[in-house]
């Protein structure tokens, strides 16, 4: 089974804080996704990457930068934290062919700025 | 979610057959996956369709209209442990999935 780990399930960080959300698969995908999902908006999508060294913005990249060193870790970094980011951030993976299989999702880490 | 509609609710009884529908904006669109998602879990696969026509995987099947730019999720056989959201996503051209609001499924005895 594919797996996906993201390092902290619950955070609590103060508003400016540089924060790091830690995420690693161990199945050898290409592709990586951090999302956020928030009551009522489903899930958006904040950066992807195909790739090592490679990423792309989703919808909402505000704010937000990624890290992808090596090919089974994907990182999201909050340069200054701010309370609007409180929300849950999942994590997810997939192989490259589009809809094998779908992505594969971490358990999530919920953050809150206060 | 963006370019996705579907119902934000839908009640059913246990053994009844429920439908959710969901919509979609066509620019980019290369397919239909559809997740559930539990609450305080993570979102798990169920199904995609990049091709008009039924997919069925056990109790649930799901279908595209690539015409109608519509698909559903259709779950037969209700369990209580159906009660979840299940979100519709459409698969992009560059391999982005993007999520629908979700609809969340109640199922009462």
């Known amino acids: 089974d594919v797996k996906v780990t993201q390092s902290s399930r619950y955070l609590v960080k103060r508003t400016g804080e540089k924060v790091f959300l830690e995420c690693v698969q161990d199945?050898?995908?290409?592709?990586m996704f951090w999302y956020r999902q928030d009551p009522g908006l489903g899930l958006r999508l904040i950066y992807f990457s195909y790739d090592v060294k490679m990423k792309e913005k989703g919808d909402i990249p505000e704010g937000y930068s990624v890290s992808r060193e090596k090919k089974e870790r994907f990182s999201l970094i909050l340069e200054s934290a701010s309370t609007n980011q409180t929300s849950m951030y999942l994590c997810?993976?997939?192989?490259?062919?589009?809809?094998?299989?779908?992505?594969?999702f971490g358990s999530g880490t919920r953050l809150t700025v206060v | 979610g963006q370019s996705l509609e579907q119902p934000s609710e839908v009640t059913a009884v246990e053994g009844a057959i429920v439908q959710i529908n969901c919509t979609y904006q066509?620019?980019?669109?290369?397919?239909l996956s559809w997740y559930q998602q539990h609450d305080g879990g993570a979102p798990t696969f169920l199904s995609y369709?990049?091709?008009?026509g039924l997919e069925e995987t056990g109790r649930f099947s799901s279908f595209l209209s690539r015409s109608d730019s519509y698909g559903y999720l259709l779950l037969q056989e209700l369990q209580m442990k159906d009660s979840a959201s299940y979100f519709c996503c459409r698969m992009d051209s560059s391999y982005k999935l993007i999520f629908g609001s979700g609809t969340r499924l109640l199922v009462r005895p």
């Open positions: 199945m050898d995908h290409e592709n």
């Open positions: 369709n990049a091709l008009d």
């Open positions: 997810a993976s997939s192989p490259p062919v589009r809809g094998q299989g779908g992505y594969t």
């Open positions: 066509t620019s980019g669109f290369y397919g």
